[in-house]
């Protein structure tokens, strides 16, 4: 029998969460955005649950529940308000990047600090994305060089989520230069380290309070034993990271979705044109099912794909599942958000009605790690039977023109 309904703890934990939601994350989004940031109280009670611990194994300290549970969470959260997630301790890719990367000793000391109750300040992030310049070898241009004892690491990385709030990052550099893609690093740098700077906050369409910036690496000294080596295969583990990042994004875009859903049914029952609901003229009601169906179905493919990754399914089967699920997860809360905001007519655009910051958000979260394109591209591979190369399936690291 196949059964994706969560267990009895996993309805626990998202009753608890839920009832949070409910009480201090959606009445407060429109809070979160003003300020930028998301208050001390919310994170400090988000760590003491142990929220962005539930998929650490418990011999790393966490909670050892799995990533269906940390994607059930993420979408009860992403429900009360998606852009929260981004400004919560523990819930950015740096933890999912160090399960696959680190070894057991590194991973432990690494993720002590997400998975301390006591901690509602212990961010983390991930640097890989870089300004995009015109160069002839594929490959980063963060580079580490190796020195005695270690690399030195220089570079500009962009689009870094809480920058300034982190205190250790996984930054990602170019190791090998002659081995293209092949030849990447990562390395942990912590903030306090000599040649470590933060640049300008940009100001951004939605998910305003993940705090982004650049962060400069200027001849950055890191030991060996900073390097995360990734297993045997560097680069599968490093996709295994992004693909599992992206279907928690993507629970946070299920999440999104379903309120935007819901949202817009309780609208189109209560507006009224000639003399009935408007949910009950056909375009408007079979409008509102095929999102219903959106919702409905994008939530089964992050939870299957979850499922998949926590059953030990074969690598490949979970990451089709997975590039199918978050790039369905991000087109649905796109198409719900969009169309909650096109039934509300004109109020629908105003900053009163909350479906105007969700269609924001939702826009963000899918260029968040892997894009729905990236993701079609990694299926398609997979598809087709043609290599994972690094080059072929991982985000491209360059960012757009403007920065250069
Ligand atoms: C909310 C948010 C949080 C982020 N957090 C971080 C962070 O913490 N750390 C960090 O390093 N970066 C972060 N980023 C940056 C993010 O990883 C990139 O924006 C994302 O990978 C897309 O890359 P890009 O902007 O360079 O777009 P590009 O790669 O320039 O893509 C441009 C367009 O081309 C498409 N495209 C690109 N490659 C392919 C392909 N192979 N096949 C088909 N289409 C393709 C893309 O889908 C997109 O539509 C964040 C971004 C956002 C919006």
């Not at 994350?25 to 429109?30: F, L």
């Not at 030849?183 to 306090?192: H, T």
């Not at 962060?215 to 950055?220: A, Y």
């Not at 946070?252 to 817009?264: N, S, W």
């Amino acid at each position: 029998m196949i059964s994706f309904e969560p267990s009895e703890d996993q309805q626990l934990i998202l009753g608890t969460v839920a009832d949070f939601t409910r009480a201090s994350v959606a009445p407060r989004a429109r809070e979160v955005e003003g300020a930028r940031a998301v208050s001390d109280d919310v994170r400090r009670a988000v760590a003491e649950m142990g929220l962005g611990a539930a998929h650490v194994p418990e011999a790393l300290g966490g909670q050892g529940l799995g990533l269906l549970t940390a994607a059930l969470i993420n979408e009860e959260l992403g429900f009360g308000d998606a852009a929260t997630c981004f400004g919560l301790p523990a819930f950015g890719s740096f933890s999912y990047a160090v399960l696959e990367l680190a070894s057991e000793e590194q991973a432990r000391a690494l993720l002590a600090p997400l998975c301390d109750p006591s901690r509602g300040d212990a961010f983390a992030s991930v640097a890989w994305s870089e300004r995009a310049v015109n160069r002839e070898r594929a490959g980063f241009t963060t580079l580490a060089t190796p020195v005695d004892g270690g690399f030195e690491l220089t570079g500009r990385k962009c689009f870094v989520q809480n920058v300034e709030l982190a205190e250790r990052f996984v930054v990602f550099a170019q190791v090998e230069a002659e081995r293209g893609w092949d030849g990447l690093g990562a390395f942990v740098v912590s903030k306090g380290d000599a040649g470590v700077s933060v640049g300008e906050r940009h100001r951004t369409l939605g998910v305003d309070c993940g705090n982004f910036a650049e962060l400069g690496l200027e001849k950055v000294r890191v030991a060996s034993s900073e390097r995360l080596m990734g297993g045997s295969d560097f680069t599968r583990a490093t996709l295994r990271f992004f693909a599992k990042y992206s279907l928690i994004v993507a629970a946070r875009q299920v999440g999104l979705g379903r309120a935007a859903f819901d949202v817009a049914r309780e609208y189109c029952d209560i507006r009224k044109a000639f003399g009935k609901p408007i949910g009950h003229f056909q375009a408007v009601a079979f409008t509102l099912a095929d999102r219903h169906m959106d919702v409905e179905s994008a939530r089964e493919m992050v939870r299957r794909a979850a499922w998949m990754w926590d059953a030990g399914k074969d690598d490949a089967a979970c990451l089709l599942a997975t590039a199918h699920a978050a790039a369905h997860a991000h087109e649905v809360a796109m198409r719900a958000a969009d169309d909650a905001v096109q039934l509300h007519g004109g109020a629908g655009f105003m900053r009163d009605v909350i479906v105007e910051k969700m269609m924001r958000d939702a826009k963000q979260m899918s260029l968040v790690g892997m894009t729905p394109e990236q993701l079609d591209q990694l299926a398609a591979r997979i598809t087709t039977g043609q290599p994972l190369d690094a080059g072929a399936v991982l985000p491209t690291p360059e960012t757009q023109a403007i920065f250069t």
